[in-house]
């Protein structure tokens, strides 16, 4: 299996036929750059590095989950296989064909294909339509069934989702969070594509109505063998939903490992420490745990670090981390479904607390001291809170 | 039985505020919006009080009454702070609390921070503002001290920063040392972190956390998010539909939880290493607080649900073992009678999803 590891310049032989070919979806070295406005007479043109050199490859009938931070390029990925932005580099095969440099009306056939579910479920339903006439627009743009025929298709779709046929003529408005994301998967669903790309679909809803639509996503996953690139910054609802997952940092993949292994056996440094950060919802196991809480935040996209993205943050962090960008493939004896990109991987029962980098202090984030992050601050902020005011003191009526 | 390991912090006994038969309304167009409808709690000194709840319980509404931000509602009850009640209090004795005695935090740090003055200026003015002696050099060195203690790097050349240089997490800590810039004896934070990535929202709460165990300050922290309860909480008071449902313990409230609601929440989540199987929703909707149902708010929805639910509202009273455990559900306080109800319910379930695919 090719997992994530087309880092050669030339690609591997033409893809493999549709038939036989397990992966639904492969993605090769994609690289997607934003630009953005230098300053200056002879300015230089800068970028956003949003994806940088990111390979993977979706099974079909499974569901891929994406983690990681906000700016970390999950959602441009997303954007870049649905082809709503052009790729800077890289190679996009779905289903056996090439879409990198398909033209918009090539890729039209595709489009009912895949498909995409947003965030947000009001932004992304027009509010001044009908809501039978929303979940319809797939059947009229592509001019396929029209009329009664399309009001019938409709409200299947509807009932198939949850939805009350009879609130055909309903506006969104009309709706609760939970019921206008199901009109959005209703809409994906309409031309049985085989790819839905869910782009934080949960999480603007609340936590019971969010367990609705899970469950809804897992059911039209049984019954219509639909693939799912899922997602979600909620680490918790991505593992519940994942076969596999892949975690991202910086526009680049970090790791990616089948979703129980993830939790388990995490290789990666990052993977590591997002996964302690995760609050869970369970009093014991969360006073056992112990959390490595990362200093500092995510440097910019537009001058990423050299070697490994991570290595500012990383409690690892070793020269060649600096100098060596270490390359995504499978570590200390894991098989090719589970590879990450790290010189110094996690090993079994590995505590990141007991790390300390070993890389010079301008290469690396660095706590402020007297800050109460460490949780030695002890005397330093007591002092510190000796100097403010004694209770009540400062509030003169 | 249930009590926690040795990391609790203990409770100082000594009630700090307390709201009795919290009652806020709005008008609007459509009607007359109850959002909370006889709310009752109270905190200790130096406790952390965690209230969760979906939207539209009520859980933000009830703190900012209490603070005096909701203007034009309809406010009943008592809230006790410190032998006054906040509730009745002029304006400018509102004024000297609000601040200084009591800070508060909330979910969106960029439009709690005004984007045209530099974030050392905000905080140097909220502390000039209720200690007309202090001298600018001094009230500027106590912002750059309380930056530094809330981890924000180089505060001395960041105190002279806009908020939009900072990063969300720093916003937020910018927010929290400002809350804190006085002192305060209560800390309230309304979603702090709810739109922070998880690492950025560990950074958070510990912040959190470590000031409390600095300065001793209470906490209400009001959340969606039962993973933080379980991190940070001491007591938890589960809200739904503009009432308080089920007040207990930490431990208590996630092991031995009494109001079906409360289960309900639990059983949502998808489980932290545990089985992956089919989550178990809470069907149907929260009721809407124009006509809120008679009887329990949750009876719609609840599994558990007997006539007696659908007319009498059930009192927040005593439930299960742990002292301190209330709870407003018409089921048995007894565990082993609950625990009975609940088998027959699940049968039934169970009859009622094989029952089509067996015809």
Redesign the interface.
Known sequence: MATGQARETSPAPATAAPDGDDMLLRIESLVKYFPIKGTGLFREKEHVHAVDGVSLSVPRGQTFGVVG??GCGKSTLARCIARLHDVTSGRIVFDGQDITKLSQRRMRPLRREIQMIFQDPIGSLNPRRRVGSIIGDPYAIHGLAAGSERKRLVQELMERVGLNPEHYNRFPAEF???QRQRIGVARALAFRPKLIICDEPVSAL???????V??LL?DLQADFGLTYIFIA?D???V??VSNSIAVMYLGKVTEIAP?DKL??LPRHPYSG??L????????????QRQ?I??A???PSPIAPPSGCRFHPRCPKAAPVCVSDEPPLEPRLGDGPEHPAACHLPMAEGENLADFRPSISEDER?????????PDD?GPE??A??D??????????? | MLSGPATAREASGVTLLEVEDLRVSFNTPDGVVQAVRGVSYHIEAGQTLGIVGESGSGKSVSTQTIMGLTRGALVSGRAMFEGQDLLTASPDQMRAIRGAKIGMVFQDPLSSLHPYYKVGWQIIEMIKLHDREISKDEAEKRAVELLRLVGIPQPDRRVNDYPHQFSGGMRQRAMIAMAMALNPALLIADEPTTALDVTVQAQVLRVIRRMQEVFGTAVILITHDLGVIADVADDVLVMYGGKVMERADRRTLFFASHHPYTEGLLQSMPAYGGERGRLRPIAGQPPSLLAPPPGCPFAPRCVYVMDRCRQEEPPLDPAGEEPGHLSACWLPHIAADREAIRRRVANVELAKSAGPAGA
């Open positions: 931070e906000t609760s969070g939970g609340d936590v019971s109505i969010q367990a609705q899970i469950n897992a910054h680490l918790s609802v593992r519940h979703a939790f388990t420490a997002l302690s950060a995760v609050p869970v919802p369970n009093p014991d196991l969360s006073d959390q809480i990362l500092g935040d995510v984030v660095v706590e402020v001291e007297g800050s109460l992050l601050a902020a007591t510190i809170a100097a403010l005011p004694a209770r009540g003191e400062g509030g003169k009526p």
